[in-house]
């Protein structure tokens, strides 16, 4: 086998499953910080914030968004909106500061934002709950 070609190997979807299960545990302690204080995030006296507000409707999104994404479970859509919250968060926050992210300090929401872009295309791997509905459907479909 050639370094160039696509690896027939069972770990590159099981390596998917894990890349898609770090991300999501990073992206959902992102959100348990914004929401609970937990882990915490360093800054000493973050205050409490309001769920209806842009910044508690996108600690909710990391928080649950991150779990669906931890468990496989609606990976391309979750994956999907979750992407589009990072290109927000991106254009909104970081590029009005300056134009490079190393700069802008928006590193984390370019990452994250073709991190769910790639599992929109990609999905969730063999190790996930969307994997076991689809054999689960499988098996009805092959019992008729």
Not at 61 to 87: C, D, H, N, Q
Request: hydrophobic share 50%.
């Amino acid at each position: 086998m050639s370094i160039f070609e696509a690896s027939r190997s069972p770990w590159a979807g099981r390596m998917l499953s894990i890349f898609r299960i770090v991300a999501g545990l990073m992206f959902m302690w992102s959100g348990t910080t914004k929401l609970f204080g937990y882990p915490p995030s360093g800054i000493p006296g973050m205050p409490p914030i309001a769920l209806t507000s842009q910044l508690g409707v996108s600690a909710l999104l990391e928080t649950f968004g991150g779990l669906a994404i931890v468990l496989g479970l609606l990976t391309r859509p979750v994956a999907f909106l979750l992407s589009g919250e990072m290109a927000v968060a991106y254009f909104q926050f970081h590029a009005p500061k300056a134009f490079f992210p190393t700069t802008n300090g928006g590193e984390p929401a370019v990452l994250f934002c073709f991190l769910f872009l790639y599992l929109v295309f990609a999905g969730a791997g063999p190790w996930s709950l969307d994997a076991m509905l689809t054999r689960s459907k499988g098996d009805a479909r092959s019992r008729r």
